[in-house]
């Protein structure tokens, strides 16, 4: 039996089912689903619990991340955690299997290989559409660059701690992990001898990324950042990462604690204020949930602030809120991605909380 693992967040429902559809079309039906939610908005959440019950082949688990940035490589260790099959592939919501999909999966299943594939992308137009797997016009395929949707066997990615958490919001982890593998003496292949899988349209990361701060939440040059951190593991040969814990959910009781924090501190952004929070107040914190809220500071629109800018006296330095958004959001991914934590944008983009739970 394998198990094929799919993280999720706040997709449609219609696109969900188009992949959970084709998998119980499946002429072998000895596989089962492991569907990880990470934090989708409790109204989508529920609505694709409910659909996940119409196919008896899927668990669904839900993690309580719904405050965090997405982060692909947690949500499939989270997965992992809850993989009992010998082999996992990991999926994605926008695929569509072939019927015979799982058949090939059986046959390729190798315990010293992880099987990366060639996909076919569909348009738009084609993607909303219900037909049989052969009759989609496909508008392009992948390459051997792209590693995203991969078997493996599940006790070569425990023996690297899996997939390496410090990768957040788009970008290198598949890659990342296949290296990773290599490194501890097992094999990566592609295959392209003919396609198995089909890709449902949607606006990429990259596209949707927009320069102002957003509520939905974004780092600028993430994905540089990513690529970094890729091929500074590349060199130095990594193969395990994740080096205190991996794969943790965050449980509705933790979610509680932190919802119910009620009395923030404020913070305003002169530069000095971030700088002593990040190196200061928030490593040195312990014990409890340190609640804060980041706003524009009252004297940076005052008329004696312009008055003592034009004539060239001595004034306050400031940050941009996306400015602070960007560094502390690098810092929660780098030194915090292990505890639990709130990072909210204010509905009218003038403020930033973070509450967080430091032992």
Known sequence: MITILYPYRNREESRVKRSLDSL??????DFK??????????????????????????????????????????????????????????????????????????????????VFFKVGFLDHK???????????????????GAKGLSLFPLNALHEIHGFDEFLHFWGAEDEDVHNRLENAGYQSLFYDQEILMLHQWHVTYRKAESKGLNRDLQLTNISRINQAHL??????????VNLKQWGQSISKREFDELENSRTPFFIANRKESISHFLFV??????????????QK???????????????????????????????????????????????????????????????
């Open 281 to 294: 107040i928030l490593p040195n914190f312990k014990g409890g949930v340190l609640n804060v809220i980041f």
């Open 297 to 359: 500071d009252d004297f940076q629109n005052s008329l004696k602030y312009y008055v003592k800018k034009r004539f060239g006296k001595t004034v306050p330095e400031y940050y941009s809120l996306k400015e602070i958004n960007d560094k502390v959001l690098l810092h929660l991914i780098s030194f915090y991605k292990d505890c639990n934590y709130f990072y909210i944008i204010g509905n009218d983009l003038k403020s930033i909380q973070l509450k967080i739970k430091k032992e």
């Open 231 to 240: 091929l500074d593991n590349k060199k130095q040969k990594r193969a395990i």
């Open 33 to 114: 689903v492991v569907f990880v939610d990470y934090g989708s908005v409790f109204d989508k959440a529920a609505t694709i619990k409910i659909l996940t019950q119409n196919y008896d082949f899927v668990t669904y688990l839900y993690s309580y991340h719904s405050y965090q940035p997405w982060s692909r490589a947690k949500a499939i260790n989270i997965g992992l955690q809850n993989v009992t099959t010998p082999f996992v592939f990991v999926a994605d919501v926008d695929m569509i299997f072939s019927h015979d999909f799982i058949e090939k999966l059986i046959t390729i299943q190798n315990p010293n290989q992880a």
């Open 126 to 144: 084609e993607s909303i559409q219900v037909k049989p797997f052969d009759q989609y016009k496909v508008s392009f395929f992948s390459q051997g």
């Open 24 to 29: 119980a079309q499946q002429s072998n039906q």
